[in-house]
């Protein structure tokens, strides 16, 4: 009867057990179910969340990139092309020779600085070449006027010392004409005066022959006489 009683015992609290373990099980299966309907509604939230998401980042991907063919389009417009432009535009005009153009954006730190700094030296180059040029041509101009004033004042020196010659070759001349005209005159009183001596000289050899014939006759007469 014990055993019996035993054995009544162990059914019963078997039966209790199982029970417990049905009730256990059940309770384990809505927790299971409870978690797989909540797992289920944190998966379609997840995708809903994820399908947001990919759809801000799609949106947010198109605006950066919309944004930024904007920005590099205007930055390559107003940080890049209209400063090289306006390099070009100067560099044009230095190379035309217009040195009042004023050059822009040396200031700037990037390769459209670098341009403008280039040309900023090209436009002081050429400025100082100008000068150069301009000083060069004024020297030459000067010492061609300083030449000319010398060639004319060492053509007057010439002349003044020709006059001078001329001068002093016109009164030897005149000196040596009046010599000339007093050796004539008295060259012609010479021989005035040797005409005159040989007409005397003529008649002192008549004289002397009229003497002698006066004499032969003196002589003839005395010898007669005697």
Sequence with gaps: VELQKAQREIFDAVTASR??????????????????????????DSKASASSAVTLMIAVAAGGTLFGVIFGYLFATYAVAKPLGRSVEELNRLA?????????????GDECGDVAKGLAIFKENTLRARTLEAEAAEAKTRSEAERRQAMMALADDLERTVGTIVTSLAASATQLQSAAAATSAAAEETSRQSTAVAAASEQASGNVQTVAAASEELSASIAEIA
């Design 96 to 108: 035309a020779g217009d040195l009042t153009v004023t050059v822009t954006g040396s200031e700037r």
């Design 19 to 44: 029970a417990v373990a049905d009730k256990l099980q059940a309770t384990v299966r809505d927790y299971v179910d409870g978690l797989d309907k909540r797992g289920k509604i944190l998966s379609d």
